[in-house]
C-alpha cells in the first residue's frame, strides 16, 4: 500500500510564505515523478509543479511567476514547494502526485495525497 502524506499547509497574509512536504511511504521500488497540483473550490485541478528523480523540474509559469520552487529529497521518497510572495489567488488545497513503481510490479501507477489546504487572506 503506497500513500503520500503532505503537510505544511496553513493560513497566510499577501506576501507570505509557506513551505509544502509530501512523502510517499509503502511498498515502493521507484519514484519516477513528484509534484504538486492545486485545486481552488468550483475549479479544475491544476499543475503547479513537478520534478523527476533525476532533478528535472518542470514549473506551470502562469501560476508560479518564479514565486515556487520545487525540491525532491529522493533518499526520503519526499517533495517540497517553497512559495513565496504568495496571492489570495493561491488560495487552493494543494496535493501531492507520485508516479510511483511498486515492488514486485512492472507497471507504474498514479498516486495521490489528500491534499493540504493553502489560504491566503488579509
Known amino acids: 500500500q503506497v500513500q503520500l502524506v503532505e503537510s505544511g499547509g496553513g493560513s497566510v497574509q499577501p506576501g507570505g510564505s509557506l513551505r509544502l512536504s509530501c512523502v510517499a511511504s509503502?511498498?515502493?521500488?521507484?519514484?519516477?515523478?513528484m509534484g504538486w497540483y492545486r485545486q481552488a473550490p468550483g475549479k479544475q485541478r491544476e499543475l503547479v509543479a513537478t520534478?523527476?528523480?533525476?532533478?528535472?523540474?518542470?514549473y506551470a509559469d502562469s501560476i508560479v511567476k518564479g514565486r515556487f520552487t520545487i525540491a525532491r529529497d529522493n533518499a526520503k521518497k519526499a517533495v517540497y514547494l517553497e512559495m513565496n510572495n504568495l496571492d489570495p489567488e493561491d488560495t487552493a488545497a494543494y496535493l501531492c502526485h507520485a508516479l510511483i513503481s511498486s515492488v514486485g510490479e512492472g507497471t507504474w501507477s498514479d498516486y495521490w495525497g489528500q491534499g493540504t489546504q493553502v489560504t491566503v487572506s488579509s
Open positions: 520534478v523527476t528523480d533525476g532533478g528535472r523540474s518542470n
Open positions: 509503502g511498498s515502493i521500488s521507484r519514484i519516477y515523478i
